[in-house]
Nanobody
Framework: QVQLVESGGGLVQPGGSLRLTCVAS????????MGWYRQVPGKQRELVAG???????NYADFVKGRFTISRENAKNTVFLQMNSLKPEDTAVYYC?????????WGQGTQVTVSS
């Protein structure tokens, strides 16, 4: 069973930056394309960014040019560097496989962008 633990969220002012980290409990991580997702209350969870095993990335239009996804397979870790944050980026952020698997959802990490 794979457990994914997200961290790095917090309160940041508009225009600020945060770096999210997701650590997987098993080496199966190295066989998976991974993604970062986010959810706000009352809305469906949405894909923010994805990264393949080979490092190819894709981004939702609303974060292109601001967010960067990366991974360190040797450490079973995936990152999300978030720059130029906006209030509308406020959400709980999750990592999961891409496409996501229900059994992999973790607790997520809260990101709040507010002055």
């Amino acid at each position: 069973q794979v457990q994914l633990v997200e961290s790095g969220g917090g309160l940041v002012q508009p225009g600020g930056s945060l770096r999210l980290t997701c650590v997987a409990s098993a080496s199966i991580f190295r066989l998976l394309a991974m993604g970062w997702y986010r959810q706000v209350p009352g809305k469906q969870r949405e894909l923010v960014a994805g990264i393949t095993l080979g490092g190819r990335t894709n981004y939702a239009d609303f974060v292109k040019g601001r967010f960067t996804i990366s991974r360190e397979n040797a450490k079973n870790t995936v990152f999300l560097q978030m720059n130029s944050l906006k209030p509308e980026d406020t959400a709980v952020y999750y990592c999961n496989a891409a496409p996501p698997r229900n059994e992999y959802w973790g607790q997520g990490t809260q990101v709040t962008v507010s002055s």
